[in-house]
């Protein structure tokens, strides 16, 4: 992949972070945001809500970007060191990081949110990324599901979990982050094969 193709890649990326971040806010009531500027209806402060949603859907578009040139280097050191055993290292990471998802949320609770929750928010982003995998499956070659699994999994969590954990983000703004991370993580995992197939 050339460096204009890149430019390209990461472009898009950002718009589409921007667009997603954007559109989750309008459902996701961050403080009455948008209410505070439509009741009375104040046009400069609508405005200045949207482009700091856009702003944030692009700030965590960087930061899928940023895992996914990770997740590149990180299969190719895996097929380097793992060889035939790396699919089966991703798919033990994967059980991990779920459980993880799962228990270490569900501790800092402290019982105030019931545990079928947490397995039910894992649980959709496991299967999420299974059709996302079986989608990049049919598109290239089998043996891509278990490392596009491994990426829309472990590697949305490990982008996701940590401005969590730290307390950078709120519950509506988590909710933003999450959505966003994995419409970009599924763009740029379906686009790449297309980049690296296209003519130069």
């Known amino acids: 992949m050339n460096s204009r193709k890149v430019v390209n890649l990461f472009l898009k990326t950002l718009a589409l972070g921007g667009l997603v971040g954007l559109i989750v806010s309008l459902f996701v009531n961050v403080s009455g945001a948008y209410t505070e500027n439509l009741q009375p209806f104040n046009f400069m402060g609508l405005i200045g809500v949207m482009l700091f949603f856009i702003g944030h859907g692009m700030l965590y578009s960087a930061v899928s970007q940023t895992g996914f040139f990770a997740y590149l280097y990180v299969h190719r050191l895996g097929l380097s060191i793992f060889r035939s055993f790396w699919p089966t290292v991703q798919i033990v990471l994967i059980a991990f990081i779920t459980f993880d998802l799962i228990y270490f949320p569900y501790k800092d609770a402290d019982g105030e949110v019931s545990l079928i929750w947490f397995i039910l928010a894992a649980a959709a982003l496991v299967a999420y990324g299974w059709v996302i995998a079986k989608i990049k499956a049919k598109e290239t070659k089998k043996h891509a599901f278990v490392p596009a699994l491994f990426f829309m999994v472990v590697f949305t969590v490990i982008e996701w979990v940590p401005a969590l954990r730290i307390g950078l983000v709120g519950a509506d ?28």
């Open 173 to 200: 703004f988590s909710l933003i982050m999450i959505i966003t991370l994995l419409a970009c993580n599924t763009y740029q995992l379906l686009v790449l094969h297309r980049l690296n197939n296209s003519a130069k």
